[in-house]
């Protein structure tokens, strides 16, 4: 069965989300529409990227990946089609793109798709559907667009070595209020080399022991682990990380290493 998933902003509490599942479904009855969220904040690529990049190898290969993320009609925004590691991608080029692949994508085209007037100030429930429902019944990129190579280029902010040290920052806060940085394992390995290390961050606080899952410490206690994203997590065992510790994003953290 053809998959298309959903990563937008449009909330639950509107019309939107409703709008666009309907519009897909016309289109194409049969698809197995996923939501792997709804609820990114109003206009954030970045969190959007985050989200996505880290969940969409978990679904079949030629999965439709619909991103609906700052996609308001504008004369000067381009929508692309993109196929990545035998995944789809249909979204704006508005720079969520290249904060999503680590490497080049395999096939890129500008959707040339005629936007319908009806639709006007709402083409994710137009152009969007039908370039994702294209895909999903196996229809080939160059049919719905131009070739290209050119993608607007956003930088993620990177952690930074200083001789035995990496700073980083704080890049999401989960539904757990646990706090993600922008430090991989990779990253982190690299730097380590098996050394001790004392993380700091905000209000004095240090954790100098790597945990492997969330309830290696008492409740209450706070950890840091390599959770699902691979990235470096600050979390409290079945508590508010960010509220408790007073982390927020685009908060630095620190690592020192012996």
């Not at 609820?39 to 290969?61: C, G, H, R, T």
């Not at 439709?64 to 249909?90: C, E, M, P, Q, W």
């Not at 999503?100 to 007037?117: K, S, Y």
């Not at 950890?223 to 408790?244: M, Q, R, T, V």
Request: charge should be negative; hydrophobic fraction near 40%.
């Amino acid at each position: 069965m053809a998959i298309i998933t959903l990563t937008t902003d449009l909330g639950d509490k509107d019309i939107y989300q409703a709008a666009l599942k309907g519009s897909i479904l016309k289109l194409l009855p049969t698809v197995n529409i996923v939501d792997i969220t709804n609820s990114v904040s109003a206009f954030n690529i970045q969190q959007a990227a985050f989200i996505l990049k880290n969940s969409f190898y978990y679904f079949p290969d030629a999965t439709v990946h619909l991103i609906g993320i700052d996609t308001v009609f504008s004369t000067s925004t381009r929508y692309l089609a993109i196929k990545y590691k035998n995944h789809y991608f249909v979204g704006a080029d508005n720079g969520i793109f290249s904060l999503m692949f680590n490497t080049e994508p395999d096939e890129v085209v500008e959707i040339t798709i005629m936007q319908d007037l009806k639709f006007l100030h709402f083409p994710l429930a137009d152009i969007f559907v039908k370039a994702a429902c294209h895909l999903a019944k196996g229809g080939k990129l160059s049919e719905i667009g131009i070739p290209t190579s050119d993608i607007e280029k956003k930088m993620n902010l990177q952690p930074v070595v200083d001789k035995n040290q990496i700073k980083g920052s704080v890049i999401y806060i989960d539904s757990f209020q646990n706090v993600i940085t922008n430090i991989t394992k990779e990253f982190f390995n690299n730097v380590q080399r098996g050394r001790r290390f004392i993380l700091y961050f905000k209000r004095n606080e240090t954790i100098n022991h790597l945990s492997w899952h969330y309830n290696e410490v008492p409740e209450g206690e706070k950890l840091c682990l390599f959770g699902i994203s691979d990235h470096l997590e600050i979390a409290i065992n079945k508590g508010n990380a960010s509220g408790l510790l007073g982390l927020n994003l685009g908060d630095s953290v620190i690592l020192d290493f012996e």
